[in-house]
């Protein structure tokens, strides 16, 4: 296990490089850089940088070398200081913009995970066991619409309900009197009350994925010779799915962490600005608006940590589930 440990740690490193080579190609596709970006907006302010000033930004963010000793540069200062720049259209440190919003965009996610497991789960079970029934049908019709919609779609047409219905539309995370408020039921109620259009909105792909992947891979179990042979031996049919089928099924289950939380965190780039959650989306979006790029491509870094995360956590559960994962890359 050590060993399949290692093996998945020095990919999630490999992955992690690759991706801050692709990021810092992206913080330096605007014309000019960091520290012209910055003197044009002083200057749009009716202020002015020193010839010293500009000379000392370019050294303290590693912009007086080649592309190769800035990009040095810029991944040691994250790695070993965790310095992340600053963003010049907050005026603070990237950091400080990020840690904020970060807990809401993971916290989110993990609730909107959590969410899809229990409805696709039941749900792929169901099309599996009942395959050809109308339930089937209606499952599998409402999973191809769920993947073809995309996110803003779905949450313009949820917004529009909420509006006929309710008469307004959940913004943020909690209501102006529950904000500033200590943590008790009221205000878990309110923020689940915020939550639910995220939730449905975001979480919509990964239910209708993960209820294909689950139907499939059950249906597959179902057709092998030893179901087969049970039924024939009067095995009954709910002790023979749980004690079979349904735990192989479990395995592509805990796999789908490594691509519905990508899908999660990418959705609420686009949800969170149409909803105005305090997440990283919006200022995300705001950043790439502004040309801000040092924290552009910081928050795409942290997201991508984040991920690559999410990926280790779901190999090794399914090394510790299923030896025969982490014997094969012993091989």
Same mark, same amino acid.
């Given at each position: 296990?050590?060993?399949?440990?290692? %093996?998945?740690?020095?990919?999630?490193?490999?992955?992690?490089? &690759?991706? +801050?080579?692709?990021?810092?190609?992206?913080?330096?596709?605007?014309?000019?850089?960091?520290?012209?970006?910055?003197?044009? %907006?002083?200057? &749009?302010?009716?202020?002015?940088? !020193?010839?010293?000033?500009?000379?000392?930004?370019?050294?303290?963010?590693?912009?007086?070398?080649?592309?190769?000793?800035?990009?040095?540069?810029?991944?040691?200062?994250?790695?070993?200081?965790?310095?992340?720049?600053?963003?010049? @259209?907050? @005026?603070?440190?990237?950091?400080?913009?990020? /840690?904020?919003?970060?807990?809401?965009?993971? *916290?989110?996610?993990?609730?909107?995970?959590?969410? !899809?497991?229990?409805?696709?789960?039941?749900?792929?079970?169901?099309?599996?066991?009942?395959?050809?029934?109308?339930?089937?049908? &209606?499952?599998?019709?409402?999973?191809?619409?769920?993947?073809?919609?995309?996110? #803003?779609?779905?949450?313009?047409? #949820?917004?529009?309900?909420?509006?006929?219905?309710?008469?307004?539309?959940?913004?943020?995370?909690?209501?102006? @009197?529950?904000?500033?408020?200590?943590?008790?039921?009221?205000?878990?109620?309110?923020?689940?009350?915020?939550?639910?259009?995220?939730?449905?909105?975001?979480?919509? $792909?990964?239910?209708?994925?993960?209820?294909?992947?689950?139907?499939?891979?059950?249906?597959?179990?179902?057709?092998?010779?030893?179901?087969? /042979?049970?039924? &024939?031996? $009067?095995?009954? @049919? $709910?002790?023979?799915?749980? =004690?079979?089928?349904?735990?192989?099924?479990?395995?592509? #289950?805990?796999?789908?962490?490594?691509?519905?939380?990508?899908?999660?965190?990418?959705?609420?780039?686009?949800?969170?600005?149409?909803?105005?959650?305090?997440?990283?989306?919006?200022?995300?979006?705001?950043?790439?608006? +502004?040309?801000?790029?040092?924290? *552009?491509?910081?928050?795409?870094?942290?997201?991508?940590?984040?991920?690559?995360?999410? !990926?280790?956590? +779901?190999?090794?559960?399914?090394?510790?589930?299923?030896?025969?994962? %982490?014997?094969?890359?012993? =091989?």
């Amino acid at each position: 296990m050590l060993r399949y440990l290692g %093996r998945r740690a020095l990919y999630m490193a490999a992955t992690l490089l &690759a991706i +801050s080579l692709v990021v810092f190609v992206i913080i330096n596709l605007p014309p000019g850089d960091y520290v012209t970006a910055l003197q044009s %907006r002083y200057a &749009a302010q009716g202020q002015g940088l !020193t010839v010293q000033d500009i000379e000392n930004l370019r050294v303290r963010y590693g912009l007086d070398g080649n592309l190769l000793q800035q990009y040095w540069h810029w991944f040691t200062q994250i790695v070993l200081h965790g310095d992340l720049g600053m963003s010049f @259209e907050h @005026e603070k440190p990237v950091s400080q913009v990020i /840690a904020p919003r970060l807990g809401w965009t993971i *916290a989110v996610s993990l609730i909107t995970l959590l969410v !899809t497991w229990a409805l696709a789960f039941p749900i792929g079970v169901y099309s599996a066991v009942k395959q050809h029934s109308v339930g089937d049908y &209606a499952a599998t019709t409402v999973g191809f619409l769920g993947l073809a919609t995309p996110n #803003f779609l779905i949450a313009l047409v #949820f917004i529009y309900f909420s509006v006929t219905w309710f008469g307004s539309v959940p913004s943020g995370l909690c209501s102006p @009197e529950w904000c500033d408020a200590s943590w008790n039921l009221g205000k878990l109620l309110d923020l689940l009350g915020h939550l639910w259009i995220p939730m449905i909105v975001i979480g919509t $792909g990964g239910v209708a994925g993960l209820v294909r992947i689950i139907r499939n891979n059950l249906l597959d179990e179902l057709r092998r010779p030893y179901v087969t /042979a049970a039924r &024939a031996r $009067g095995v009954p @049919e $709910g002790p023979l799915l749980r =004690r079979y089928p349904l735990r192989v099924a479990l395995n592509p #289950f805990v796999s789908t962490i490594g691509w519905i939380l990508p899908l999660l965190l990418v959705g609420d780039i686009v949800v969170g600005q149409i909803l105005s959650l305090p997440t990283l989306g919006p200022i995300l979006l705001g950043s790439l608006k +502004s040309q801000d790029m040092y924290l *552009a491509g910081s928050i795409i870094m942290v997201l991508s940590v984040v991920t690559v995360i999410g !990926t280790l956590i +779901s190999d090794l559960l399914l090394g510790w589930l299923d030896p025969r994962i %982490r014997l094969g890359h012993q =091989r």
